[in-house]
């Protein structure tokens, strides 16, 4: 490697500083999902881990909360299960309820939280039932109508004594999106809202959607189409027209959400891409969709 090659990596680093100085001390929450969780190469699994641990061991805060849908329908078909969805949100009855449980809980928390390990972190699993506390969730049938989509949840609070003792020790929480219901039934409750209701509840500076889409694409079928930059008020009107559609929606439902709760800026980023979280804080450019109020 040749000295240009050096100075660049210096350049580089320069680079971040002011985020590092802005950011330092600062929670940032991470919802860490997508097709990239299902990669065969384990190196490509835990690229967003060791972004993770980065963000750690530079003075951010961060707060994991993790989906696992490509699981969760794996584990429903074998046991004989039917996976359904109505506006991005799987339909959960009682037997689905506990496969997503064990599958979100006890299979894929404890394989993220190993992961950071690995790779020189300190991090601490939570079911979500330790956690969230969630209502039943009726979903908008239009004209004023409702959907009853079975044991699927919406987060109402967050336990965030457990995450604040954590953060304070230097402990990276992760955390799988189920829930108690008041009705002491499991809930299933969206990763995305119950990330969104995460960052209110710790006024995070930042929420980072992890997913497996470049962004919010103009069109739908041009991965090139990406919107780098919306407002909160825009999201809405992107809906009616169809740009914004099915997995989409719940995640910039619960951006709008967030911003609407005190956080500064919602992320949507690609984490097929290396590095996908650095980029995004750490350079001018950015990289995916930004929201902002």
Not at 62 to 70: E, N, T
Not at 203 to 210: G, K, P, Q, V
Request: net charge neutral; proline share 5%.
């Amino acid at each position: 490697m040749g000295v240009k090659d050096l100075i660049s990596k210096a350049e580089a680093l320069l680079e971040a500083l002011p985020y590092l100085q802005r950011y330092r001390g600062k929670t940032f929450v991470v919802k860490y999902g997508g097709s990239f969780m299902d990669a065969p190469d384990p190196a490509a699994r835990e690229g967003v881990a060791r972004d993770l641990v980065f963000l750690a061991a530079v003075g951010i805060q961060p707060v994991i909360v993790h989906g696992g849908g490509k699981a969760i329908t794996r584990a429903m078909e074998k046991a004989g299960l039917h996976a359904t969805f109505i506006q991005g949100l799987r339909v959960t009855d009682a037997a689905a309820a506990e496969v997503v449980e064990r599958v979100l809980s006890r299979e894929i928390n404890p394989e993220i939280t190993a992961a950071l390990s690995r790779l020189g972190g300190h991090a601490k699993g939570f079911s979500g039932m330790d956690i969230f506390s969630a209502r039943k969730l009726w979903m908008d049938a239009g004209a004023g109508g409702k959907l009853d989509a079975g044991f699927l949840g919406e987060v109402a609070a967050v336990n965030t004594a457990p995450l604040l003792e954590c953060l304070r020790a230097g402990v990276t929480p992760v955390c799988s999106p189920t829930a108690r219901g008041v009705d002491g039934h499991i809930y299933n409750c969206n990763a995305d809202a119950a990330a969104a209701q995460t960052a209110i509840a710790l006024r995070a500076c930042r929420l980072i959607f992890m997913t497996d889409v470049p962004g919010v694409l103009r069109d739908p079928k041009d991965p090139a189409s990406v919107i780098s930059c919306l407002r909160a008020a825009e999201v809405a009107p992107l809906k009616a027209s169809g740009v914004i559609d099915k997995g989409m929606i719940p995640k910039t439902d619960s951006a709008v959400a967030a911003l609407l709760g005190g956080v500064e800026r919602v992320s949507l980023v690609d984490g097929r891409v290396p590095h996908a979280i650095l980029l995004e804080v750490f350079t001018r450019e950015g990289f995916g969709t930004e929201l902002a109020p």
